[in-house]
């Protein structure tokens, strides 16, 4: 059974820094993306991360100060996010996907989804 596992979430203050990790049990998969929901609002997309690293997406809401990088050897992704702002505060979700990056952010849903990690940014 697959397993996403999202870690390294906390309080931290606006301007400050985080590194969020996903980790992921069972098969290597193909696009690797970052969403997050904060109370009351949809879910959003934050970035995404192709197998090989190569063609990475972002919101236009975080370029610039997240960066997404991926360690298959070890099955995780991470998500470095830095400058951050009280509106970045939501809970982070680390999504899988068998399609290419460009099938994902056309609308192909994600199959696997972890339970998420709390980022609150205190101003």
């Not at 809970?91 to 339970?115: K, N």
Request: glycine share 12%; hydrophobic share 35%; charged share 20%.
């Amino acid at each position: 059974q697959v397993q996403l596992v999202e870690s390294g979430g906390g309080l931290v203050q606006a301007g400050g820094s985080l590194r969020l990790s996903c980790t992921a049990s069972g098969e290597a998969f193909n696009a690797v993306a970052w969403f997050r929901q904060a109370p009351g609002k949809e879910r959003e997309f934050v970035a995404v991360v192709a197998y090989s690293g190569g063609d990475r997406r972002y919101a236009d809401s975080v370029k610039d100060r997240f960066t997404i990088s991926r360690d298959n050897a070890k099955k995780a992704v991470y998500l470095q996010m830095n400058n951050l702002k009280s509106e970045d505060t939501a809970v982070y979700l680390c999504a899988a996907g068998t399609g290419v990056v460009p099938q994902h952010m056309s609308g192909r849903p994600y199959e696997y989804w972890g339970q998420g990690t709390q980022v609150t940014v205190s101003s």
